[in-house]
Antibody, heavy 120, light 110 residues
């Protein structure tokens, strides 16, 4: 079964940093656009970042995390990562990794999500 | 980009049809045929139900259909069933290699 499993969430103090991982099964993260999407408690979905497939593998970020965020992929372990620094309480959310088809720009496979809480 | 605008809630009786709107701008919804829709049950990850404005993924019920006119996309659920309860989000490519989600709509089957 095609699957994504996120790890790395938890309680982090304001100003700290986080690193989330997303392990992929039954497909290669190198051949799809890979995204992070987050959802604050009781709120809607917010797109965070994408890394494109192919030789360039360029990455892009939402304005809310630009400058604090790095998305990357490790093809040897078939995982996607997200590093977010200078954390603020408003970064508190469930973070989902999601696969996007290069042909449709639609998020067709999602992980179960990992909760990040930024609080002192 | 600001979130796309969706009604906060829509309700209907079993068997009825409902439509959820998703209003953006000429920079996102109106400029690309790349609107997708997601269904989310409480505590669960979202699930793709429509992509490229009006295409249905394999395995999704044909009761779900998508359309678009100008800067507004719509999701119609026909023959409403209790299992259709949940939150629904639209998403559009917004240019500059970024994406934007809608504000979300809570669907209640009465």
């Amino acid at each position: 079964e095609v699957q994504l499993v996120e790890t790395g969430g938890g309680l982090i103090q304001p100003g700290g940093s986080l690193r989330l991982s997303c392990a992929a099964s039954r497909f290669s993260v190198s051949t799809y656009y890979m995204n992070w999407v987050r959802q604050a408690p009781g709120k809607g979905l917010e797109w965070v970042s994408v890394t494109y497939s192919g030789e360039n593998s360029n990455s892009y970020y939402s304005d809310s995390v630009k400058g604090r965020c790095t998305i990357s992929r490790d093809t040897s372990t078939n995982t996607l990562s997200l590093r977010l620094t200078s954390l603020r309480p408003e970064d508190t959310a469930v973070y989902y990794c999601a696969r996007m088809s290069p042909l449709t720009d639609a998020l067709d496979v999602w992980g179960q999500g990992t909760l990040v809480t930024v609080s002192s | 980009h600001s979130a796309l605008t969706q009604p906060a809630s829509v309700s209907g009786s079993p068997g009825q049809s409902i439509t959820i709107s998703c209003t953006g701008t000429s920079s996102d919804v109106g400029n690309y045929n790349l609107v997708s829709w997601y269904q989310q049950d409480p505590g669960r990850a979202p699930k793709l139900v429509i992509y490229e404005d009006n295409k249905r993924p394999s395995g999704v019920s044909n009761r779900f259909s998508g359309s678009k006119s100008g800067n507004t996309a719509s999701l119609t659920i026909s023959g409403l069933q209790t299992e259709d309860d949940g939150d629904y989000y639209c998403c559009s490519y917004a240019g500059g290699n970024t994406y934007v989600f809608g504000s979300g709509t809570k669907v209640t089957v009465l």
